[in-house]
């Protein structure tokens, strides 16, 4: 087990998410070609599906638990169903202007709950005293196979939260506010 992982590995690793998916839309923009676009379009799509997954089944029950910020952890999860929901609706749409539109639409939504949760999630959670070293190795070692069965992808997913909800249930004071 890695026992020099430190405390800000956790957040990082969601900001470098963020950061990759950011790069993606950039050169979205930059493409003329719209197949590219597509293709680039794909990328950002797997990679923010992975992304969301990860935070839905780790980072949200921790952060909802050790922040007690109910609303503000609700709001995150209502604007991931809206992502899903776009990008579904994006996976049917071939290259060209409606799968660009529909992408840009989704750019906009990424755009600002990135800077929501930079901006207000994340240091919340630091000031919380949440155990951020233990967060980071659960974050480490997560591994959801979204191009694989979407079964495998629900298996992984309950797995990593019963471990979450074990974490959470040994903690003292787990529920109440910092
Ligand atoms: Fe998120
Ligand atoms: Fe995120």
New binding site residues.
């Given amino acids: 087990m890695n026992t020099t992982i430190s405390p800000d590995v956790a957040l990082q690793k969601l900001i470098n998410d963020h950061r990759r998916v950011q790069d993606l839309f950039t050169l979205f923009e930059e493409e003329d070609d719209a197949e590219l676009r597509h293709e680039i379009g794909q990328k950002a799509i797997n990679a923010l599906t992975r992304h969301?997954l990860l935070?839905e089944t780790l980072l949200y029950p921790i952060a909802q638990a050790a922040t007690g910020e109910d609303a503000l952890v609700e709001d995150?999860r209502e604007e991931?169903q809206l992502m899903k929901s776009i990008i579904a609706e994006a996976k049917l749409l071939r290259p060209g202007r409606d799968f660009d539109r529909k992408f840009r639409s989704l750019i906009s939504i990424v755009k600002s709950?990135i800077e929501k949760?930079e901006g207000i999630l994340f240091p919340l959670l630091e000031k919380s005293g949440v155990d951020l070293k233990k967060l980071g190795r659960k974050i480490t070692q997560y591994r959801p196979e979204v191009s694989g069965s979407s079964m495998g992808v629900v298996l992984v997913g309950l797995v990593a939260a019963a471990g979450a909800y074990y974490w959470l249930s040994q903690r003292p004071n787990s529920h109440s506010r910092p």
């Fill in positions: 969301a935070e995150h991931h709950h949760e």
